[in-house]
T-cell receptor
Framework: EDQVTQSPEALRLQEGESSSLNCSYT??????LFWYRQDPGKGPEFLFT???AGEEKEKERLKATLTKKESFLHITAPKPEDSATYLC???????????FGAGTTVTVRA | GAVVSQHPSRVICKSGTSVKIECRSL??????MFWYRQFPKQSLMLMAT?????????EQGVEKDKFLINHASLTLSTLTVTSAHPEDSSFYIC????????????FGPGTRLTVT
């Protein structure tokens, strides 16, 4: 069974204070690892898909990296608008469904 | 692009009644849609996979007779919660997989169901 573990559960940052979120996974054959952002009371918003170890993707202040066992989401110089819950999910063949981690709730104070 | 809508966004119903939630892909065709539920401060739990023109595949522990799923077209899937009870109160979210693709799932904004 696919397992996805995210840490920490919550992260409080000062504006401009860079940090990283961790997503550890156990899956039989990874098709893709996904990062989503979710604001309270809303559906998840797609951020990145990573397919193979060593791959990196960036979007504004966010950078996602992938190894064979884990993924990191780096937040560089965060702003209050980066406050959200960040969800990690894995997809394994033959199916297309996603298995989600519990998420990391990030709060950025001005 | 890749917008998914849900209707209604919030619904309150009485115990014992049925509620239908719609999930639409607005600017793309989706052969596969997924239904999740999310409890407060918890992650998304997959309920079922909905394939256009065929029966839905339910996850273990999800009652298929209670959560009826219909995927009648490439842009619409519906979830009907039958004989709702207070324990069915939750945030229900759908997602859609781009036809011919296997990558990103695009999520709807969610439906808050409250059963009184």
């Amino acid at each position: 069974e696919d397992q996805v573990t995210q840490s920490p559960e919550a992260l409080r940052l000062q504006e401009g204070e860079s940090s990283s979120l961790n997503c550890s996974y156990t899956v039989s054959g990874l098709r893709g690892l996904f990062w989503y952002r979710q604001d309270p009371g809303k559906g998840p918003e797609f951020l990145f898909t990573l397919y193979s170890a060593g791959e990196e993707k960036e979007k504004e202040r966010l950078k996602a990296t992938l190894t064979k066992k884990e993924s990191f989401l780096h937040i560089t110089a965060p702003k209050p608008e980066d406050s959200a819950t960040y969800l990690c999910a894995v997809q394994a063949p033959p199916e297309y469904k996603l298995s989600f981690g519990a998420g990391t709730t990030v709060t950025v104070r001005a | 692009g890749a917008v998914v809508s849900q209707h209604p966004s919030r619904v309150i119903c009485k115990s014992g009644t049925s509620v239908k939630i719609e999930c639409r892909s607005l600017d793309f065709q989706a052969t596969t849609m997924f239904w999740y539920r999310q409890f407060p401060k918890q992650s998304l739990m997959l309920m079922a996979t909905s394939n256009e023109g065929s029966k839905a595949t339910y996850e273990q522990g999800v009652e298929k007779d209670k959560f009826l799923i219909n995927h009648a077209s490439l842009t619409l899937s519906t979830l009907t919660v039958t004989s709702a009870h207070p324990e069915d109160s939750s945030f229900y979210i759908c997602s859609a997989l781009l036809a011919g693709g296997f990558d990103e799932q695009y999520f709807g904004p969610g439906t808050r169901l409250t059963v009184t």
